[in-house]
C-alpha cells in the first residue's frame, strides 16, 4: 500500500486529495485500487506524518521501525457543503415549518430530502438512491439518511425506499395549494415581497415514452423535441420569487392558460392593484380583457410581424422624440394612436438590430440555395407538375423564414422564377432591432416600462434554471399527478435557488447558482477511526466556498451535532 496525492481543478482553485492506494496482481498485469479516500490534503497534512507511520508495515518498502498504535479507518468520506447550505436555505424561508403545517413532519422531512436532490445532484427517484450513497443527507434527528438497496441480479433500489418518494410526491400533490399560499406570506413577511408587478411566462418540457394521457400531448416544443410528448409549465414571479407554478395539457396555446392563471392567483394570494406583465406569445383581445380585471393593468410585448398595429406604431415612431436608454443600450419613445386609449413603448436596440440583421442575411443565402436548386430541378425536368414544384417551394420558403422576403411565379413555359419581395424585405427592415411594448398603466413611462419588460428575463432565466440547472426534463412519470408533484418539487427547488441567489447578491458575489453549488461539492464530511475513538471533521472550503456559506450565514462549517457559527 502507498499514499497517493490526485490533485483536481474547482471553480474556486485547485484541491489536493489524499487517498490510500494498494496494488495487487491480476494475472500477468499488476493495477493499483483505491482502498480508502483520506480528504483533503491541506486538512490532513498535520496528521500525515502519523498515518504514514502508523500504515508503514504494509507499505511496499522496507518497513523501519515504528512505534506501536491501532488501526487507523477512513469508513466514510461524503459530501457535505450543498447539502448544508440547502439546510440552511431550507430552514431561511420556513419550508420546513410550512410542510410540517400543511402535510406532516414525515412528509416535511422526505419533501427536503427530494428538494435538496433536484437543487443539488438533479436526478429521478431512482438516481436519489445514489445520491444519498455519497452525501451526507440528515433526517429530523441529524442521523444520515441512507439508501436502501435490494438484489435481484443487477443492484437497484429497494421497492419500500421508492414507495415512500412515490407517497411523499402524492401527499405534495395534495397540498400543492395550500402550500404556495403560506410560502407566499412567509417570502411577503420576511423579505418584504412586493406583488405590484407580477410576471407570467410559459415553457414545455417533454417526456420519455408515452406520458401520462391527462396531460402529455404533441405541440409546440421549445426544447426541439416535436416527436416526443410534452407538457407546458407556467410559472408566475414577484420580486424575483417564484410564487406560484402550473402545468397544462402540451397541446395548449399560451393565451389559452392566461385567464387561468389570473384567476387562480387573484383568488389565492389577495393581490390588490398589480401590472401583469407577459410574453407577446400571451397577447390576445381576451388575455388583455382579463388583465385589466377590476384595477389591473397590463405591460405586453406587442408581435412585430402580421400585425398592422405594430406597422402602424412603427410609423407614426418616425416623427417622435427618442430617448436613450441606460448604458448606451439603445433609445426608445413613446407612442399613441388615434382612437386607441392604451400606450405604445417603441425600443431600438442595436445589439439587437446587430443580431437580427446577421440572422436575415443568413436566411436569405439560405432560402436562395434552395430556391436555386428547385429552380434547376425544374429546369432539368426533375420536377414537372406544378402540385409537386408547389409543395417543394413552400417547403423551400418555410425552412429559413424565406417568405419574409422571396416570392416565386411559374412561367408561362414552365420556368420556375424567384426573386426578392421588395416590399416585403423594406417591412422586415423597418422592424429589425426593435420590439415594441403594449401598456394602459399611466404610472410607467417609456423608460420605467422597458425596465420592468426587461425584468421578465428573470422568469426566463428561472426557466433556465429548471431545465438546465435543475433538470426536469425528460420526464418519466406516468400519471399527471406525479408529473404535477414532480414539477412542483423543481418549484420548490427554484424557490431555493433564488433565495441563493439573492444571498449572493447581498454579500456583493456575482457567482451564477451552477458555480456556487460546484463550488461547495469539495467540502466533505470524513469520519476518521483512530486507536477504536471515531471523530469527523469537515475539509476546509476553498475561498469561494467559504464565501458562499459565509453569504447564506455559515462561516465555519461544523461536523454535524456541532453548532456552524453563524455569519
Not at 447558482?513 to 475539509?539: F, I, K, S
Given at each position: 500500500?502507498?499514499?497517493?496525492?490526485?490533485?483536481?481543478?474547482?471553480?474556486?482553485?485547485?484541491?489536493?486529495?489524499?487517498?490510500?492506494?494498494?496494488?495487487?496482481?491480476?494475472?500477468?498485469?499488476?493495477?493499483?485500487?483505491?482502498?480508502?479516500?483520506?480528504?483533503?490534503?491541506?486538512?490532513?497534512a498535520p496528521h500525515l506524518d502519523a498515518i504514514v507511520r502508523l500504515l508503514r508495515p504494509q507499505l511496499l518498502t522496507p518497513p523501519t521501525p515504528a512505534p506501536q498504535s491501532g488501526p487507523v479507518r477512513v469508513p466514510e468520506a461524503l459530501t457535505y457543503g450543498p447539502v448544508a447550505v440547502a439546510?440552511?436555505?431550507?430552514?431561511?424561508?420556513?419550508?420546513?415549518?410550512?410542510?410540517?403545517?400543511?402535510?406532516?413532519?414525515?412528509?416535511?422531512?422526505?419533501?427536503?430530502?427530494?428538494?435538496?436532490?433536484?437543487?443539488?445532484?438533479?436526478?429521478?427517484?431512482?438516481?436519489?438512491?445514489?445520491?444519498?450513497?455519497?452525501?451526507?443527507?440528515?433526517?429530523?434527528?441529524?442521523?444520515?439518511?441512507?439508501?436502501?438497496?435490494?438484489?435481484?441480479g443487477r443492484v437497484r433500489v429497494a421497492g419500500r425506499q421508492l414507495l415512500q418518494w412515490y407517497r411523499t410526491l402524492d401527499a405534495l400533490f395534495t397540498a400543492k395549494p395550500q402550500i404556495e399560499t403560506e410560502l407566499y406570506a412567509r417570502l411577503r413577511d420576511l423579505f418584504g415581497l412586493q406583488v405590484d408587478i407580477v410576471f407570467f411566462d410559459l415553457t414545455s418540457t417533454y417526456f420519455e415514452g408515452r406520458g401520462p394521457k391527462d396531460v402529455a400531448r404533441h405541440g409546440h416544443s421549445r426544447d426541439g423535441r416535436p416527436r416526443n410528448r410534452q407538457v407546458l409549465v407556467g410559472v408566475v414571479m414577484a420580486s424575483g420569487w417564484p410564487i406560484a407554478s402550473y402545468v397544462f395539457e402540451g397541446n395548449r396555446q399560451d393565451r389559452s392558460t392566461v385567464k387561468e392563471v389570473l384567476a387562480d392567483v387573484r383568488s389565492r394570494f389577495a393581490v390588490q392593484r398589480v401590472v401583469w406583465v407577459a410574453d407577446r406569445g400571451m397577447v390576445s383581445d381576451d388575455t388583455l380583457a382579463a388583465m385589466t380585471e377590476g384595477t389591473d393593468h397590463y405591460l405586453v410585448g406587442l408581435q412585430r410581424r402580421?400585425?398592422?398595429?405594430?406597422?402602424?406604431?412603427?410609423?407614426?415612431?418616425?416623427?417622435?422624440?427618442r430617448q436613450a436608454l441606460p448604458h448606451g443600450s439603445g433609445e426608445v419613445c413613446e407612442v399613441t394612436l388615434s382612437g386607441d386609449a392604451a400606450r405604445y413603448v417603441i425600443v431600438w436596440s442595436p445589439e439587437r438590430l446587430r443580431y437580427e440583421r446577421t440572422l436575415r442575411r443568413q436566411d436569405m443565402r439560405r432560402t436562395r440555395d434552395r430556391l436555386r436548386k428547385l429552380a434547376r430541378a425544374v429546369t432539368t425536368r426533375k420536377l414537372r407538375t406544378p402540385a409537386k414544384i408547389g409543395v417543394r417551394a413552400g417547403a423551400c420558403l418555410a425552412a429559413h423564414h424565406g417568405m419574409r422576403y422571396f416570392a416565386w411565379a411559374l412561367t408561362p413555359d414552365g420556368r420556375f422564377r424567384y426573386w426578392i419581395d421588395r416590399a416585403k424585405l423594406r417591412a422586415e427592415r423597418?422592424?429589425?432591432?426593435?420590439?415594441?411594448?403594449?401598456?394602459?398603466?399611466?404610472?410607467?413611462?417609456?423608460?420605467?416600462?422597458?425596465?420592468?419588460?426587461?425584468?421578465?428575463?428573470?422568469?426566463?432565466?428561472g426557466f433556465r434554471t429548471l431545465k438546465d440547472v435543475l433538470a426536469v426534463r425528460p420526464i418519466y412519470h406516468r400519471t399527471a399527478a406525479r408529473v404535477r408533484a414532480h414539477l412542483f418539487v423543481a418549484h420548490l427547488a427554484l424557490v431555493l435557488g433564488c433565495a441563493l441567489e439573492k444571498a449572493l447578491r447581498r454579500a456583493g458575489l456575482t457567482l451564477a447558482?451552477?458555480?456556487?453549488?460546484?463550488?461547495?461539492?469539495?467540502?466533505?464530511?470524513?469520519?476518521?477511526?483512530?486507536?477504536?475513538?471515531?471523530?469527523?471533521?469537515?475539509?476546509?472550503?476553498t475561498a469561494h466556498a467559504q464565501a458562499v456559506l459565509k453569504a447564506v450565514g455559515l462561516s465555519r462549517l461544523r461536523p454535524p451535532g456541532e453548532c456552524s457559527e453563524t455569519a
Open positions: 500500500m502507498f499514499v497517493r496525492k490526485v490533485a483536481r481543478e474547482y471553480p474556486g482553485g485547485r484541491v489536493e486529495y489524499v487517498y490510500l492506494v494498494e496494488s495487487y496482481r491480476d494475472g500477468a498485469r499488476s493495477r493499483q485500487r483505491t482502498v480508502a479516500n483520506l480528504g483533503r490534503a491541506d486538512v490532513l439546510q440552511a436555505l431550507w430552514t431561511e424561508v420556513g419550508l420546513g415549518e410550512i410542510l410540517t403545517h400543511t402535510c406532516s413532519t414525515e412528509v416535511a422531512e422526505r419533501s427536503f430530502v427530494l428538494v435538496a436532490h433536484r437543487l443539488v445532484h438533479p436526478g429521478s427517484e431512482h438516481a436519489l438512491a445514489w445520491w444519498l450513497d455519497e452525501s451526507f443527507v440528515p433526517d429530523a434527528r441529524g442521523q444520515r439518511l441512507r439508501p436502501a438497496w435490494q438484489t435481484h402580421r400585425n398592422p398595429t405594430a406597422q402602424a406604431v412603427v410609423q407614426a415612431s418616425v416623427s417622435q422624440p423597418r422592424v429589425e432591432g426593435t420590439y415594441i411594448l403594449h401598456t394602459n398603466e399611466p404610472s410607467l413611462d417609456a423608460l420605467r416600462a422597458v425596465a420592468v419588460y426587461k425584468d421578465l428575463q428573470t422568469v426566463e432565466r447558482l451552477d458555480t456556487a453549488l460546484a463550488a461547495l461539492r469539495p467540502v466533505r464530511l470524513v469520519t476518521l477511526e483512530v486507536d477504536g475513538t471515531t471523530t469527523q471533521v469537515v475539509t476546509k472550503p
